[in-house]
């Protein structure tokens, strides 16, 4: 507990100041070799999770997701926050008891977004998404479990930057210590958005290479994450050199992999463990 204490307040503490990246690993191995180049926190993917299981994004069972916190937080001895999609419920009294299901994993943030899965609505009435925030925040009380909150309409063909802020600020209010929009890229959107809900902290999700850390810090963001960016990136060289054989019967692609003894050098002495 003792350890577990120590990662929860650490994580707290990347929020007070500064601009870190939190990257998105999506099973154990891919955690402990982020963990290794001196990240200070990292977040699960629902993308790189469920892709790794055969499931398309935001298809992947509860206990499934809570095994994998339990097993990522426990691989590591960083701070890991959960990508816990919609909180696997509609209802605020059952988001309310899965994020408390989340939280005994050893995870030391959660996120909750807006999102319905509904391509004619796809995001939640206000008064309920912040209702939903709300349970959450009220499930974490005294855990010191971080919780963000997300919208997301950049994502799902709802581009409103009025209705995001709007989002953001009001789940501000509910309780979340992180705001979250994903989707957002420009300059002014970052800082409409880190003005909004100022003096609370920012994270924005970087799937490509249209900025930089720097930039991003420049504006007041506190945190960056890559979200499904390194899941499809490594998928990205397995499709290329996996199709090459079925197509070509060559294996060019191999030539460009990383060397075994590289790869299994990252796990012949695990650090301590927390």
């Known amino acids: 507990m003792a350890n577990l204490d120590l990662k929860r307040a650490t994580f707290l503490r990347l929020h007070e100041s500064g601009c870190f990246v939190i990257p998105n690993p999506w099973d154990v191995g891919s955690a402990r070799y982020l963990e290794s180049l001196g990240f200070h926190a990292l977040a699960t993917t629902s993308a790189g999770l469920a892709w790794s299981q055969g499931y398309a994004d935001n298809q992947i069972p509860l206990d499934v997701a809570l095994r994998h916190l339990e097993e990522v937080s426990n691989a590591v001895a960083i701070p890991v926050n959960a990508d816990f999609e919609g909180g696997f419920a509609v209802e605020p009294s059952r988001v309310a008891a899965n994020v408390r299901r989340a939280a005994a994993t050893g ?41 963000t909150a997300r919208t997301e309409g950049f994502r799902f063909g709802r581009p409103d930057l009025e209705d995001t802020l709007r989002r953001l600020k009001a789940f501000a209010e509910a309780g979340a210590q992180c705001l979250y929009a994903p989707g957002i890229k420009s300059a002014e959107h970052v800082e409409a958005v880190v003005r909004a809900v100022a003096p ?75």
């Open 107 to 147: 995870i030391s943030g959660l996120s909750i977004e807006d999102a319905t899965g509904d391509q004619e609505k796809p995001l939640f009435e206000f008064e309920l998404a912040v209702e939903r925030v709300k349970a959450a925040h009220e499930a974490l009380d005294g855990s010191g479990v971080l919780l």
């Open 200 to 274: 609370k902290p920012v994270n924005v999700l970087m799937g490509s290479n249209h900025t930089t850390v720097a930039k991003l810090a420049a504006l007041g963001v506190r945190r960056i994450s890559v979200g499904g960016g390194l899941a499809r990136a490594a998928w990205a060289g397995f499709m290329s050199a996996a199709s090459e054989i079925a197509r070509d019967g060559t294996f060019d692609g191999l030539a460009a992999a990383a060397p075994f003894d590289r790869v299994d050098g990252i796990f012949k002495q695990p650090a301590e463990r927390a």
